[in-house]
């Protein structure tokens, strides 16, 4: 009888760990903290845990597993699953994204922004981009046009801009170079001091990012209708990770993915 409580004992272990092994967890490397900027995220961890009963996590992190120009990195090497960048911090390693991130496209909204980015996305060239880096992309981070905040006397013209340094980068920093701005590319996390210490004297971003970043705090003005373009900041997923998800998991990423950015653009809309 012994015998048979041992072994029935030790076959439960045995399902137990088994259930263990089956549930899935991905690390997502994100940076600053949570923000309109990082709210599909939010909701794809979510909606992905909620479809899969919690087998299948997404424990997103906001600086604690790298920093963020290193983040495409670290999705190369598989240091984590899942994260987050910009186009303009590393031009050379994802070039054909950077079309994303030329001056004054034209783009009105952020439905037509993302409508544009998945279009760019679905094209054979960037895809095989991305995958040199094993990279696949997932979704868009839509941002509205940016505007700039600055300190001293206000930028009215393009002429008072001479001289201006800004901190842009991508499209957006050759546009102002290309009327004599002096643009610098510190990260959104080290712009606040980098403006505070007098290292810019202007910063373009996007609203949510002068409010989450506090630079609207040190701003002595502020354009509301400049519109020089936005940054491209898509979330990526390790090819070997993405692959090796079970097909019910892989659905509910990928399923989850439409609404997460619903979401995201429904609650940028009430800033």
Same mark, same amino acid.
């Given at each position: 009888?012994?015998? &048979?409580?041992?072994?029935?004992?030790?076959?439960?272990?045995?399902?137990?760990?088994?259930?263990?092994?089956?549930?899935?967890?991905?690390?997502?490397?994100?940076?600053?903290?949570?923000?309109?900027?990082?709210?599909?995220?939010?909701? &794809?961890?979510?909606?992905?845990?909620?479809?899969?009963?919690?087998?299948?996590?997404?424990?997103?992190?906001?600086?604690?597993?790298?920093?963020?120009?290193?983040?495409?990195?670290?999705?190369?090497?598989?240091?984590?699953?899942?994260?987050?960048?910009?186009?303009?911090?590393?031009?050379?390693?994802?070039?054909?994204?950077?079309?994303?991130?030329?001056?004054?496209?034209?783009?009105?909204?952020?439905?037509?922004?993302?409508?544009?980015?998945?279009?760019?996305?679905?094209?054979?060239?960037?895809?095989?981009?991305?995958?040199?880096?094993?990279?696949?992309?997932?979704?868009?981070?839509?941002?509205?046009?940016?505007?700039?905040?600055?300190?001293?006397?206000?930028?009215?013209?393009?002429?008072?801009?001479?001289?201006?340094?800004?901190?842009?980068?991508?499209?957006?920093?050759?546009?102002?170079?290309?009327?004599?701005?002096?643009?610098?590319?510190?990260?959104?996390?080290?712009?606040?001091?980098?403006?505070?210490?007098?290292?810019?004297?202007?910063?373009?971003?996007?609203?949510?990012?002068? &409010?989450?970043?506090?630079?609207?705090?040190?701003?002595?003005?502020?354009?509301?209708?400049?519109?020089?373009?936005?940054?491209?900041?898509?979330?990526?997923?390790?090819?070997?990770?993405?692959?090796?998800?079970?097909?019910?998991?892989?659905?509910?990423?990928?399923?989850?993915?439409?609404?997460?950015?619903?979401?995201?653009?429904?609650?940028?809309?009430?800033?």
């Amino acid at each position: 009888m012994n015998h &048979l409580f041992n072994r029935v004992a030790v076959a439960a272990i045995a399902v137990a760990f088994a259930g263990e092994a089956m549930a899935t967890e991905w690390n997502v490397s994100l940076w600053g903290k949570r923000r309109a900027f990082t709210e599909h995220v939010e909701k &794809l961890a979510e909606l992905v845990s909620a479809k899969t009963n919690g087998e299948f996590t997404l424990n997103i992190s906001y600086g604690g597993l790298s920093k963020n120009k290193e983040n495409l990195d670290g999705i190369s090497i598989g240091a984590f699953e899942m994260a987050q960048f910009c186009a303009g911090y590393h031009r050379d390693k994802n070039p054909t994204i950077t079309v994303l991130e030329l001056p004054f496209l034209g783009v009105a909204n952020l439905k037509e922004e993302v409508a544009v980015a998945r279009a760019v996305y679905a094209h054979p060239a960037v895809q095989a981009d991305l995958a040199r880096w094993d990279a696949k992309l997932l979704m868009t981070s839509p941002m509205p046009q940016y505007n700039i905040v600055g300190t001293g006397d206000p930028r009215a013209t393009l002429e008072s801009m001479k001289g201006m340094r800004v901190r842009a980068t991508g499209g957006i920093g050759k546009a102002f170079k290309a009327i004599g701005a002096v643009p610098t590319s510190v990260t959104a996390t080290e712009t606040y001091n980098a403006l505070e210490s007098g290292v810019v004297d202007t910063v373009a971003f996007a609203q949510h990012a002068h &409010l989450a970043f506090r630079t609207i705090d040190k701003a002595e003005w502020w354009t509301e209708n400049l519109n020089p373009g936005t940054v491209n900041c898509p979330v990526v997923v390790n090819t070997d990770a993405y692959a090796a998800l079970s097909d019910s998991e892989r659905a509910a990423l990928d399923g989850s993915v439409d609404e997460a950015i619903a979401h995201y653009v429904a609650n940028y809309e009430v800033l």
